[in-house]
Each structure stands twice: as structure tokens, then as C-alpha cells.
């Protein structure tokens, strides 16, 4: 995965938050706004991650489960 290449890593940490917030059905929206961040580049760094950890889980028991996965990526929208 190149991302840690292209992107910043306060950008990757950012995305990771929006994904946890997502899966505890937490609202940042303004809290997101506030850091005047592009939420189109935190949403495509959030599918980039997803996409790898769908792509290369090889072992369920030490991957996350379809039943983590699936509810996230059905909740974010789509690659802008």
C-alpha cells in the first residue's frame, strides 16, 4: 500500500477516525469542519483503507470479520 507515501500522515490518522466514527454512528461532521480539512480526500484515504483490508484479508481469525467490514463500507459513499 503507497498510501502512507502519498498521503500525510495526520491525513491517514483523519481517515482513520472518520471510519470509527462511522462504525459507532458518531456525527464529526462539524468537528470535521472545524479542522478545514477536504472531507473528499479524508472519504477516498477511507476507502483506499478499506479496500486493502478487504483486499488482503487472508485469515478471518486475524483480519476483521465480513461482519465489520461489510456495515462500513456500505455506510460510505462511493470513490469520488
Known sequence: MDLILVQPPYMIALACIYI?????DKDTTSWFEELH??????KNISMEILDFYET???DPQR??????ISPIMN???AKA
Open 37 to 42: 480539512v477536504d472531507m473528499n480526500i479524508v
Open 20 to 24: 470509527a466514527s462511522v462504525l459507532k
Open 75 to 77: 455506510k460510505l459513499p
Open 56 to 58: 488482503y484479508k487472508v
Open 63 to 68: 483480519g476483521l470479520s465480513d461482519e465489520k
